[in-house]
C-alpha cells in the first residue's frame, strides 16, 4: 500500500488550499482515509476523515466549516478542501489509510487506526 499527499503550499491568512491524497494498493473497500497535521512541537492531530465505502466524514472542532473532505475521481483519491485558512492551520499535513477494517466509532480521527501514511506535505498560513 502507498499512500502520497501533495498540494502543500505557504498562502496568506483567509486563502483557500486544496491537498490530495491518493492511496494505492489498498485490498478493499472496507478502510477510511483521513487527514492529520503536525505543527513544530505539537502532537500530531486528527484533521478530518472520510469512511469510503459509505462516505461518512468527520472534522475535529477547530476546521469544522471551514475544511471539507470529500472523493476524487480517480479510486482510492481523497481531497481536503481548506478555506478561510489561519495562522494556527500552519503544520505538516499527512495522509493516512485503515487498514482490513475502518476505525471502530468514535475513534475515526485517532493515529494509532491507521495503518498506512504518506510522507506529508507542508501547509503555511503566512500572516
Known amino acids: 500500500v502507498e499512500v502520497v499527499e501533495s498540494g502543500g503550499e505557504v498562502v496568506p491568512v483567509g486563502g483557500s488550499l486544496r491537498l490530495t491524497c491518493i492511496a494505492s494498493g489498498l485490498p478493499n473497500d472496507e478502510y477510511a482515509m483521513a487527514w492529520f497535521r503536525q505543527a513544530p512541537g505539537k502532537e500530531r492531530e486528527g484533521v478530518s476523515c472520510l469512511a469510503w465505502k459509505d462516505g461518512q466524514t468527520y472534522y475535529t472542532d477547530p476546521v469544522k466549516g471551514r475544511f471539507t473532505v470529500s472523493r476524487g475521481n480517480g479510486k482510492n483519491t481523497v481531497y481536503l478542501q481548506m478555506n478561510s485558512l489561519k495562522p494556527e492551520d500552519t503544520a505538516m ?35
Open 93 to 127: 499535513y499527512y495522509c493516512a489509510a485503515s487498514g482490513l477494517r475502518p476505525p471502530a466509532f468514535g475513534t475515526y480521527l485517532f493515529p494509532s487506526e491507521y495503518s498506512y501514511w504518506g510522507q506529508g506535505t507542508q501547509v503555511t498560513v503566512s500572516s
